[in-house]
């Protein structure tokens, strides 16, 4: 799997880490994965409930074997039902509101008026009046000696206890336990039902009992109760509507009398007869000053520009200078006076009578020239004083005018208040005196809402238990108890089971299934491995050289051409089998594949790297040393030592013990003389396989996957744990282990997740396998 292929597939959920001439990632699953497909697969679901039906089956019987002794141990207990009609108002005999409150009307919904009924059924204090009034403290079931009996029921009573402790209600309860009455109405209270009927204003009132006679009279007894106090209800909240009113009219006279009287003194005081006449006449004269105001502030500031032009010396541009005539007909005369006194200097000297008569001529136009211009600068300036004394008079006469007018109109704001509040007042006491006297009417009618259809009869037949219902009941908790415990059991499972759990923790294939054989002797039960093999076939190691048509040999003839196309090269020369920890098969799947792989005529080596726990001489039922630590450590001195190497029973395979135990197993798998020795075993054989250590705490497994050209990983189907699968994985990566992929291991193929490859492998091998008289091994694979 390329790295660019990988990552797009798994995002960011990678721990990648380079290997030889490949890439190995190991994901981590404790990050969630939100690119893969979320979709639900329903044969998953199927696979573990089939997988783990004893479990789900199991559940089931205990479930419904205890639901059928407690319904076996339990009293018969039978039900009463009393049906009465609860309307939302009263049958209307007279049309008046009802006052007591009984009713669905006044904006609330007839849901929320049921509800409240409802309670009321349920309420203390209706079920010990029941008891009271019909003497039911005495009867035993209600007394407390009659319990129901059951392993359900004792169980519910156990958890009511401890809650109720816990809650710190025992104190609460003790007060019931000495008043009888109240102790027999909180279980009467338990027995009551309250049920409507759908789309109707009928409602079921039951009552559930070990008596059936107690049963129908309590039910009957609680519904006479619910209305008779229905009924005292409205009667008592008539007689308390009625004292109140009766007050708040007493009240409500005396407020409407006060401002009757304080109406008619203002009125009185104030002459609001012709209040709004004199009213409208101030406006209108008010009107009429605003109106001349308006045309002496006109006429003042024509003025007012006059005198700033007489201010200023410019006389001549006055309007009334220009425009007066008389002033016009004097300039005239005088024009001419001057014509004439030219055309006669022209003759005379100034002291000719004629010259002087028409020089002094002139001089007395130009005298009342001035004099008549003075005249209209006096005129001016007296009118600007006039219309100024006049704009002030007026402005005077429109403010008292409204203030005037501000006092009228206060005296009329004051005077609608009173008649405002004497017309409240008055509407309130006619309003008070008419329910006063509807209550009055009302008080001798018994209206109820309340009608009782059907009386509770004794029942005939029990109620509960039920035996059909609770054991079916049962059933259905039992299955969704089984499923559920199912489900969790699965998920709690942290072992490597399937090829998807591998595929899910890294991008190694699986290269081959190996199936968990149960071996059985001749009396058909399966054996347990013997502790010494003392016979060839007594070795579930040697399965493919025993029974080479098996499922089993096939199996590893299958992970055989895996390896051909491992690499472009074909199979690579030198394998190194190694687990995350022992009794994974690791020893038993390098046994094997050496065998078919010698079956095929090629010259193979088996050699036994596990120097701490070495097993392969055990197998072959043959000396420990001399083995690899010896050829190891002779290496230089001879160069091509062949006592280590020993024949076996198989035609082309030969094995290599671990040799004389070494106080440093570690150094040794990483000397270089190690690899001169695989390197020379390379060239006298076609393959090496390795049998090495498991990856976990040691290191032994790491330095020797450097000197192969290929790891196989072997994995415990149901042993070996997700998380050392990932961390020895990973370890190998972080080393840059040439991992080719992954042998999963005892592979119970009866289990329906291996449906589709038991079909495959049993076609090959027939019936169980079988020893003889010597103890055959264990069946699972090679647990090493």
């Given at each position: 799997?390329?790295?660019?292929?990988?990552?797009?597939?798994?995002?960011?959920?990678?721990?990648?880490?380079?290997?030889?001439?490949?890439?190995?990632?190991?994901?981590?699953?404790?990050?969630?994965?939100?690119?893969?497909?979320?979709?639900?697969?329903?044969?998953?679901?199927?696979?573990?409930?089939?997988?783990?039906?004893?479990?789900?089956?199991?559940?089931?019987?205990?479930?419904?074997?205890?639901?059928?002794?407690?319904?076996?141990?339990?009293?018969?207990?039978?039900?009463?039902?009393?049906?009465?009609?609860?309307?939302?108002?009263?049958?209307?005999?007279?049309?008046?509101?009802?006052?007591?409150?009984?009713?669905?009307?006044?904006?609330?919904?007839?849901?929320?008026?049921?509800?409240?009924?409802?309670?009321?059924?349920?309420?203390?204090?209706?079920?010990?009046?029941?008891?009271?009034?019909?003497?039911?403290?005495?009867?035993?079931?209600?007394?407390?000696?009659?319990?129901?009996?059951?392993?359900?029921?004792?169980a519910r009573s156990l958890v009511g206890t401890v809650l109720g402790a816990f809650r710190g209600e025992a104190s609460a309860a003790e007060p019931g336990q000495r008043d009888p009455v109240r102790a027999a109405a909180k279980r009467l209270r338990e027995r009551v039902e309250i049920q409507p009927v759908r789309n109707s204003h009928l409602v079921n009132v039951s009552v559930t009992a070990f008596d059936p006679q107690l049963a129908a009279e309590a039910a009957n007894a609680l519904v006479q109760e619910y209305i008779e106090s229905t009924l005292q209800r409205r009667y008592e909240s008539g007689s308390e509507a009625r004292q109140f009113l009766e007050g708040q009219l007493e009240d409500m006279r005396i407020a409407l009398e006060r401002s009757d009287q304080a109406l008619m003194d203002f009125a009185r005081e104030n002459n609001v007869a012709d209040l709004e006449e004199r009213l409208e006449m101030s406006r209108e004269s008010m009107r009429s000053m605003n109106d001349r105001l308006n045309e002496v502030q006109a006429e003042l500031v024509t003025v007012t520009s006059w005198k700033s032009l007489i201010e200023q010396g410019r006389i001549d541009n006055l309007e009334p200078v220009v425009e007066d005539e008389a002033l016009a007909e004097l300039e005239s005369q005088l024009v001419e006076a001057e014509t004439e006194y030219a055309q006669l200097s022209e003759t005379f000297l100034?002291?000719?009578?004629?010259?002087?008569?028409?020089?002094?001529?002139?001089?007395?136009?130009?005298?009342?020239?001035?004099?008549?211009?003075?005249?209209?600068?006096?005129?001016?300036?007296?009118?600007?004083?006039?219309?100024?004394?006049?704009?002030?008079?007026?402005?005077?006469?429109?403010?008292?005018?409204?203030?005037?007018?501000?006092?009228?109109?206060?005296?009329?704001?004051?005077?609608?208040?009173l008649k405002r509040e004497f017309e409240t007042n008055r509407e309130l006491y006619d309003g008070l005196l008419q329910r006063m006297k509807e209550i009055g009417v009302a008080a001798g009618v018994q209206e109820n809402n309340i009608a009782v259809i059907d009386q509770a009869r004794v029942a005939a037949f029990p109620f509960s238990p039920s035996l059909p219902?609770?054991?079916?009941?049962?059933?259905?908790?039992?299955?969704?108890?089984?499923?559920?415990?199912?489900?969790?059991?699965?998920?709690?499972?942290?072992?490597?089971?399937?090829?998807?759990?591998?595929?899910?923790?890294?991008?190694?294939?699986?290269?081959?299934?190996?199936?968990?054989?149960?071996l059985k002797g001749r009396d058909g039960k399966v054996k347990k491995r013997p502790k010494r093999i003392e016979k060839l076939d007594e070795s579930i190691s040697h399965y493919s050289a025993v029974k080479p048509t098996s499922g089993v040999s096939e199996s590893f003839r299958s992970l055989r051409t895996s390896l051909s196309f491992a690499t472009p090269e074909g199979m690579p020369r030198t394998l190194m089998f190694t687990s995350a920890a022992v009794g994974e098969g690791k020893t038993t799947a390098a046994i094997n594949l050496a065998t078919v792989i010698a079956q095929n005529g090629q010259r193979v080596l088996l050699i036994d790297a596990d120097l701490r726990k070495p097993r392969i001489h055990r197998e072959f039922n043959c000396l420990r040393a001399p083995g690899l630590t010896n050829r190891?450590?002779?290496?230089?001195?001879?160069?091509?030592?062949?006592?280590?190497?020993?024949?076996?029973?198989?035609?082309?395979?030969?094995?290599?013990?671990?040799?004389?135990?070494?106080?440093?197993?570690?150094?040794?798998?990483?000397?270089?003389?190690?690899?001169?020795?695989?390197?020379?075993?390379?060239?006298?054989?076609?393959?090496?396989?390795i049998d090495a250590p498991p990856t976990l705490g040691l290191a032994d497994a790491l330095t020797l996957s450097r000197q192969v050209d290929g790891v196989i990983f072997v994995a415990m189907a149901?042993?070996?744990?997700?998380?050392?699968?990932?961390?020895?994985?990973?370890?190998?990566?972080?080393?840059?282990?040439?991992?080719?992929?992954?042998?999963?291991?005892?592979?119970?193929?009866?289990?329906?997740?291996?449906?589709?490859?038991?079909?495959?492998?049993?076609?090959?091998?027939?019936?169980?396998?079988?020893?003889?008289?010597?103890?055959?091994g264990q069946g699972r694979i090679g647990a090493s």
């Open positions: 799997m390329s790295e660019g292929k990988d990552n797009e597939q798994h995002g960011t959920h990678l721990q990648p880490v380079s290997g030889k001439g490949h890439q190995l990632t190991v994901y981590d699953p404790s990050v969630q994965q939100f690119e893969e497909d979320d979709t639900i697969d329903l044969r998953e679901y199927w696979r573990v409930l089939v997988k783990r039906r004893w479990t789900v089956l199991g559940v089931v019987a205990i479930v419904v074997t205890a639901a059928l002794l407690s319904t076996l141990l339990m009293i018969p207990e039978y039900r009463s039902t009393a049906q009465v009609q609860i309307s939302p108002q009263s049958a209307r005999i007279l049309e008046y509101e009802d006052f007591s409150g009984e009713g669905a009307g006044g904006g609330r919904s007839f849901q929320e008026f049921l509800t409240t009924q409802f309670e009321i059924l349920r309420s203390r204090s209706l079920s010990e009046k029941v008891v009271e009034e019909h003497e039911l403290a005495d009867h035993p079931e209600l007394a407390g000696e009659v319990q129901q009996r059951g392993l359900v029921t004792q100034d002291s000719y009578p004629a010259v002087e008569k028409v020089q002094s001529r002139i001089d007395n136009l130009k005298s009342e020239i001035e004099q008549r211009k003075q005249t209209i600068v006096d005129n001016i300036l007296g009118r600007h004083e006039n219309l100024q004394a006049r704009e002030q008079a007026l402005k005077d006469s429109i403010s008292d005018r409204e203030q005037g007018i501000l006092a009228l109109n206060e005296r009329a704001v004051q005077y609608n208040i219902r609770n054991l079916a009941l049962a059933l259905v908790l039992g299955l969704f108890g089984g499923v559920g415990l199912a489900l969790l059991l699965e998920f709690l499972d942290g072992s490597v089971r399937r090829v998807e759990d591998i595929e899910r923790l890294v991008d190694r294939p699986v290269l081959g299934m190996v199936p968990l054989v149960k190891i450590a002779r290496y230089e001195n001879t160069g091509q030592d062949n006592s280590a190497i020993h024949p076996t029973h198989t035609q082309n395979l030969f094995i290599m013990p671990a040799g004389n135990s070494t106080p440093n197993p570690a150094e040794m798998l990483s000397s270089e003389r190690l690899a001169r020795v695989i390197d020379g075993c390379k060239r006298a054989f076609d393959h090496v396989i149901g042993q070996t744990a997700k998380e050392n699968f990932r961390v020895s994985m990973k370890r190998l990566a972080q080393v840059q282990s040439p991992v080719l992929g992954v042998v999963l291991n005892g592979v119970d193929l009866d289990s329906p997740e291996y449906a589709y490859y038991s079909s495959y492998y049993y076609s090959y091998e027939g019936d169980d396998d079988e020893l003889g008289d010597g103890e055959g």
